[in-house]
């Protein structure tokens, strides 16, 4: 299956998808919000699931037989040879408490048949669409091809001291991943110029591919957060470094502009 799908019309329908959310996305930005799920370090919205199902519904119409991975939930058969991993709405918690700091997150992988996969279970991520409907920001790649935003190729920034860096961290919802990040940051912030933790980890990675952030650093963060951006960021230049933590799509990562990567440590 995986000869037979023209990528670049795979990447229309994926835009295509991710920006029919993001017009429910700025509709609703300020709007209340039903919540399907509480916790105490995580929301899940109604919006979530109409979400996933509006892109499920664009991209089966496109590619009936490709399977979906989804955030919130799946179609088909997810171990064959080529399926979308989709997170309809990555910063559910901005969005759910109206920070327009949130996105639209699909990817295309196909099983690894040479070399060493991306990813564990032994995929490759084939394309990257991530599209932020708040500031009317585009980004895709291609394997093998330059990243772009909005049409124009982004390029990962040259910084390489520390103490000239931005660097993005995000804390994942479990105590287990708090208390493993925490003493990580306390000693990373007096080394670099600043911090910031937005709470989207699609977003981290493609700001790291625009040149805004030098890394991002997550545990604990899951495979439709970062299938996209991943591919995006080493198609501008950058590395991304990340294994997995559990057996249930869950990844620890480093991604970084790639002159600066040795500084930093990815998460245990």
Not at 33 to 48: C, G, M, R
Not at 132 to 161: H, Y
């Amino acid at each position: 299956m995986l000869k037979n799908v023209n990528l670049i019309r795979a990447q229309a329908a994926a835009v295509a998808a991710a920006k029919a959310v993001g017009v429910d996305m700025r509709r609703n930005l300020n709007q209340p919000k039903s919540a399907n799920e509480v916790t105490q370090h995580d929301i899940k919205l109604e919006l979530d699931v109409q979400s996933q199902t509006m892109i499920e519904g664009r991209l089966r119409k496109a590619f009936p037989a490709i399977p979906i991975l989804g955030e919130e939930g799946l179609v088909g058969d997810t171990t064959s040879g080529v399926r979308w991993v989709v997170d309809p709405i990555d910063g559910t918690v901005n969005f759910a408490y109206s920070i327009p700091h949130a996105c639209v997150s699909i990817a295309l992988q196909g099983r690894c048949e040479k070399g060493r996969p991306d990813y564990e279970d032994g995929y490759n991520t084939l394309l990257g669409v991530v599209y932020d409907p708040f500031c009317n920001e585009l980004w895709t790649a291609i394997r093998g091809q330059p990243a772009m935003l909005n049409g124009v190729p982004a390029k990962v920034s040259q910084r390489r001291r520390l103490a000239e860096a931005l660097v993005s961290m995000g804390f994942a919802k479990t105590r287990e991943n708090l208390d493993a990040t925490l003493p990580y940051f306390v000693e990373l912030v007096h080394k670099i110029r600043k911090m910031r933790i937005m709470g989207a980890a699609a977003l981290a990675l493609t700001y790291t591919a625009s040149g805004r952030f030098e890394a991002y650093i997550e545990r604990g963060v899951r495979l439709w957060d970062i299938a996209a951006g991943g591919l995006i960021l080493e198609s501008a230049g950058g590395r991304f470094e990340h294994h997995a933590v559990d057996s249930n799509y869950t990844y620890s990562l480093l991604a970084t502009n790639g002159v600066i990567h040795r500084k930093f440590v990815i998460p245990k």
